[in-house]
């Protein structure tokens, strides 16, 4: 069985190993991070934060032996639901990372990505968990 769902506290183990497998440093939880679940394991997180009104994805990562079957899509389309339902209009990252940009963020003149939530969501999917940009 398949979950997207937002962080828990007694996620942090699962949380910081997935992390530490993919080579990321980052263990501060505040935010909001969501969370996919394939049968029970940690196989995919995304964290958002919003700074001086503007939200920004953090990153989006899902395990290297899961990737290629539509998993980053779902999650990112559920933190940035979330996101959405607190207000944003537009979200951004700071990372400059292909499959960002292949999903519909754009480069600004601050050399930051961002997306238009709106927009985003007004894109068509086709049901095979991946959706056309």
């Given at each position: 069985?398949?979950?997207?769902?937002?962080?828990?506290?007694?996620?942090?183990?699962?949380?910081?190993?997935?992390?530490?497998?993919?080579?990321?440093?980052?263990?501060?939880?505040?935010?909001?991070?969501?969370?996919?679940?394939?049968?029970?394991?940690?196989?995919?997180?995304?964290?958002?934060?919003?700074?001086?009104?503007?939200?920004?994805?953090?990153y989006?990562?899902?395990?290297?032996?899961?990737?290629?079957?539509?998993?980053?899509?779902?999650?990112?389309?559920?933190?940035?639901?979330?996101?959405?339902?607190?207000?944003?209009?537009?979200?951004?990252?700071?990372?400059?990372?292909?499959?960002?940009?292949?999903?519909?963020?754009?480069?600004?003149?601050?050399?930051?990505?961002?997306?238009?939530?709106?927009?985003f969501?007004?894109?068509?999917?086709?049901?095979?968990?991946?959706?056309?940009?």
């Open positions: 069985m398949l979950i997207f769902r937002k962080y828990k506290d007694n996620d942090r183990r699962g949380l910081e190993q997935l992390l530490a497998d993919e080579g990321m440093a980052d263990f501060n939880f505040d935010g909001l991070i969501y969370l996919a679940i394939e049968d029970g394991a940690l196989v995919g997180l995304a964290k958002g934060d919003k700074f001086k009104n503007r939200w920004f994805l953090e989006l990562l899902i395990a290297k032996d899961k990737r290629g079957r539509g998993l980053g899509d779902a999650l990112l389309r559920s933190i940035l639901n979330r996101m959405n339902n607190l207000g944003a209009r537009w979200v951004y990252s700071t990372r400059s990372e292909d499959y960002l940009l292949y999903k519909g963020f754009t480069l600004n003149e601050f050399g930051e990505l961002e997306l238009d939530v709106d927009e969501f007004d894109k068509p999917c086709d049901g095979s968990g991946s959706c056309h940009v």
